[in-house]
């Protein structure tokens, strides 16, 4: 009988050591992530051409997805559409530095500033960017020491810019077709440049691109 007894009181400890035990339940540390991602941009600037006044700004667009461009605030004058390829035209610009601004509906936007100089005068040469942009600040006084000239050469079949300064004892500067420094054809102390950048208008026929008020 006692060892029954014993048995049966053995039984219970050990259930009741097995109840207050129990495995706790675990906890999640952390939320997975589940956040919608951002739509991808279907639009990439292709070029922006400047004509005289006017100015066309290229888009290549990926999807249907409406693209805004403005210069200055204003819409366009024209959508050429000839899809990837969407063309924003705007005409009848003044002189100056303009901003232009693309955004589309899914927040993606991008800025992009260009130079237009309206032609004074028939055989006006084309000018490239740089030139561009330097000549519209030249023309908004925003140039500290502005040069007396600019004028258009060729030399050992090559396109180059002769910038005369103010004052004679200035260096002149000769520009490759990149606005990069040739060297100093005349003027200094001297009046004879820098001594090793040999160019002469003696005998050439130059394009005026711009000359001081």
Same mark, same amino acid.
């Given at each position: 009988?006692?060892?029954?007894?014993?048995? &049966?009181? !053995?039984?219970?400890?050990?259930? %009741? +050591?097995?109840?207050?035990? *129990?495995?706790? /339940?675990?906890?999640?540390?952390?939320?997975?992530?589940?956040?919608?991602?951002?739509?991808?941009?279907?639009?990439?600037?292709?070029?922006?051409? &400047?004509? !005289?006044?006017?100015?066309?700004? %290229? +888009?290549?667009?990926?999807? *249907?997805?409406? /693209?805004?461009?403005?210069?200055?605030?204003?819409?366009?004058?024209?959508?050429?559409?000839?899809?990837?390829?969407?063309?924003?035209?705007?005409?009848?610009?003044?002189?100056?530095?303009?901003?232009? +601004?693309?955004?589309?509906?899914?927040?993606?936007?991008?800025?992009?500033?260009?130079?237009?100089?309206?032609?004074?005068?028939?055989?006006?040469?084309?000018?490239?960017?740089?030139?561009?942009?330097?000549?519209?600040?030249?023309?908004?006084?925003?140039?500290?020491?502005?040069?007396?000239?600019?004028?258009?050469?060729?030399?050992?079949?090559?396109?180059?810019?002769?910038?005369?300064?103010?004052?004679?004892?200035?260096?002149?500067?000769?520009?490759?077709?990149?606005?990069?420094?040739?060297?100093?054809?005349?003027?200094?102390?001297?009046?004879?440049?820098?001594?090793?950048?040999?160019?002469?208008?003696?005998?050439?026929?130059?394009?005026?691109?711009?000359?001081?008020?």
């Amino acid at each position: 009988m006692n060892k029954t007894l014993s048995v &049966v009181i !053995g039984a219970i400890i050990v259930l %009741a +050591l097995a109840c207050s035990s *129990g495995t706790a /339940v675990p906890t999640p540390t952390s939320i997975p992530d589940t956040a919608t991602p951002p739509p991808a941009q279907e639009w990439q600037l292709e070029d922006i051409q &400047v004509d !005289g006044n006017t100015v066309r700004v %290229a +888009l290549r667009v990926f999807a *249907g997805i409406d /693209v805004d461009v403005t210069m200055d605030g204003e819409p366009p004058s024209r959508v050429d559409a000839a899809v990837p390829i969407i063309a924003y035209v705007f005409d009848d610009l003044e002189s100056g530095e303009h901003q232009i +601004l693309m955004s589309d509906v899914a927040g993606y936007s991008q800025t992009e500033s260009v130079s237009v100089i309206i032609p004074r005068g028939p055989g006006r040469p084309i000018l490239p960017e740089w030139l561009t942009k330097w000549v519209a600040e030249l023309n908004a006084g925003e140039v500290e020491f502005p040069p007396l000239s600019i004028t258009k050469y060729q030399y050992e079949g090559e396109t180059v810019y002769f910038v005369v300064k103010q004052c004679c004892d200035q260096f002149s500067d000769l520009l490759d077709a990149d606005g990069n420094l040739i060297g100093h054809p005349n003027g200094g102390i001297t009046g004879q440049g820098d001594g090793k950048t040999f160019f002469s208008t003696d005998g050439q026929k130059g394009e005026g691109v711009w000359s001081a008020p």
